[in-house]
C-alpha cells in the first residue's frame, strides 16, 4: 500500500493518505438539518480506520435546495456548534474533513419553491419544477459562499462544491436540463457560467489559502447531456482560476441504473477498468494541474494502487464500500488486502432514505454489519 497510505497536498493542508470518503447522504441530520451525535460518531469512526479525507454528505446552502429529510443544513449559524463537535472528534483521529455544499435545483424537495434552469421533472416523474429567475440565480453564490465561510469557521478543513448527479449547478452545466436562452444557457461557456460564480464567491469567502474542490460528472451519459469533452473544458477552467481539486463522478438520474451515479456495476476483477478511468485519464492526459479525485466502482487495493501507480488520479474516493465496511481502509492498510464486499447492490439507500441509519442491511443480517 506503498501508494494509497502517502501523504498528499490539497492547497495548504496535508491529507495524511489517499483513501477518502466521497460524500455521501447520511440521513442522519436532525429536523433543522444539524449535525447529531449519531453523525458525528459515523465520522469519528472512518477517521480512526484510517481515511485520510472525509466528504461530508451534501449540505443544503438554501432552504429551498433541500433534496430530503435527515439532510444536512448549511444555510444557517446555528449549524455551526454540533460542526465543531464534528470536527474536532474526526481531528483527534488523525483525519480531515470537509463539506460538501449543494442546492438540489429542480430535484429539491416538491414545492412551488423548487427551481431548476428549464422546467423538468425530476426523473421523469410528477410535477415539473420551474426555471430560475435572474433574481434567485443572483442569490446563489452567495448562498454558497455564506456556507463556506460558515465551515470554515467551524473546523472544516476545506469544502467541495457539489457540480454533479443532476443537482442545479449540475443541471446548469447539462443540455439536458438547461434551455435557457440568457446568459446561462445555450452554449457550454454559458452554461458553466453559474459554477463559475459559484466557485468565485466561494473563493472570495475562504481565502486562497483554503481547499476548495468541485465534485464534476465525468459525463452525464444520457443524449444532450454534458459530454466528456465539456467536462474537461470546465475542470481545466476551475484549474485556471485556482480550484484546488477535483472530484470526478458522473451520471444523472435519467441515464437509468446501468449509467446512473449509483450505477450497480460490481467489477469482478482488480484489472477491470473502473467507472470513470477512461475520463480520468482523458482528463490527466489534458495536463489537469491539480489533484484529481476518482470515484466509483474501485473495490479491490490492487485497483486503488493501478489508478495511483499509472498516474490516473491522485486520491481514491470511496462511498458504498465505506457503507459496507468503516473499517476497510484500515484493513488494507494492515496489508489484509482483500476485496471490498461491497456489491453495488444499493440496498444502503433504504435505511438511509427512512432515517434509519447510514448502515449495509446486507452485512447487518449476515452478522457482519457496521
Not at 446548469?172 to 459554477?195: C, I, V, W
Not at 484493513?331 to 440496498?347: F, I, L, N, T
Not at 433504504?350 to 447487518?364: D, K, L
Request: glycine share 10%; proline share 7%.
Amino acid at each position: 500500500m506503498m501508494n494509497l497510505f502517502t501523504p498528499v497536498r490539497l492547497n495548504q493542508r496535508q491529507v495524511p493518505n489517499r483513501v477518502v470518503r466521497s460524500a455521501t447522504h447520511e440521513g442522519l441530520a436532525d429536523d433543522r438539518g444539524h449535525y447529531t451525535p449519531e453523525l458525528t460518531a459515523l465520522l469519528r469512526r472512518l477517521a480512526a480506520n484510517r481515511v485520510g479525507l472525509i466528504l461530508s454528505g451534501h449540505a443544503y446552502v438554501s432552504p429551498e435546495g433541500r433534496v430530503r429529510r435527515g439532510q444536512a443544513a448549511a444555510d444557517h449559524d446555528a449549524c455551526s456548534p454540533p460542526w465543531r463537535q464534528a470536527t474536532a472528534a474526526v481531528h483527534a483521529e488523525g483525519g480531515l474533513i470537509f463539506l460538501q455544499l449543494a442546492h438540489a435545483g429542480g430535484s429539491a424537495e416538491r414545492s412551488p419553491a423548487a427551481f431548476g434552469p428549464s422546467p423538468f421533472a425530476p426523473g421523469g416523474e410528477g410535477e415539473p419544477c420551474r426555471a430560475a429567475t435572474p433574481e434567485e440565480l443572483a442569490r446563489i453564490p452567495a448562498a454558497f459562499a455564506a456556507a463556506a465561510r460558515r465551515a470554515r469557521e467551524a473546523g472544516f478543513d476545506g469544502v467541495q462544491i457539489h457540480a454533479a448527479h443532476g443537482y442545479l449547478l449540475s443541471q446548469f452545466l447539462s443540455g439536458f436540463y438547461n434551455h435557457r436562452e440568457d446568459a446561462y444557457g445555450g452554449t457550454p461557456e454559458n452554461r458553466a457560467r453559474l459554477l463559475y460564480e459559484v466557485y468565485a464567491a466561494v473563493r472570495a469567502a475562504v481565502g486562497a489559502d483554503y481547499p476548495v474542490l468541485v465534485k464534476l460528472n465525468a459525463a452525464d451519459f444520457v443524449a444532450g447531456g454534458l459530454t466528456a469533452g465539456e467536462s474537461r473544458t470546465v475542470a481545466l477552467e476551475l484549474a485556471r482560476r485556482g480550484l484546488d481539486g477535483v472530484e470526478l463522478s458522473g451520471g444523472i438520474p435519467e441515464a437509468g441504473v446501468r449509467l446512473s451515479p449509483v450505477r450497480q456495476e460490481n467489477p469482478a476483477s482488480p484489472e477491470a477498468p473502473v467507472y470513470y478511468e477512461a475520463e480520468a485519464r482523458a482528463l490527466k492526459n489534458a495536463a489537469l494541474p491539480i489533484p484529481l479525485l476518482l470515484v466509483g466502482g474501485i473495490r479491490y487495493p490492487e485497483t486503488a494502487e493501478r489508478l495511483l501507480a499509472t498516474g490516473v488520479c491522485e486520491l481514491i474516493s470511496l462511498s458504498r464500500p465505506l457503507i459496507r465496511d468503516p473499517e476497510l481502509a484500515a484493513r488494507w492498510a494492515r496489508g489484509e488486502g482483500g476485496r471490498s464486499e461491497c456489491v453495488s447492490c444499493d440496498r444502503c439507500f433504504r435505511p438511509i432514505m427512512t432515517g434509519r441509519g447510514c448502515y449495509c442491511p446486507v452485512a447487518a443480517r449476515s452478522g457482519r454489519g457496521s
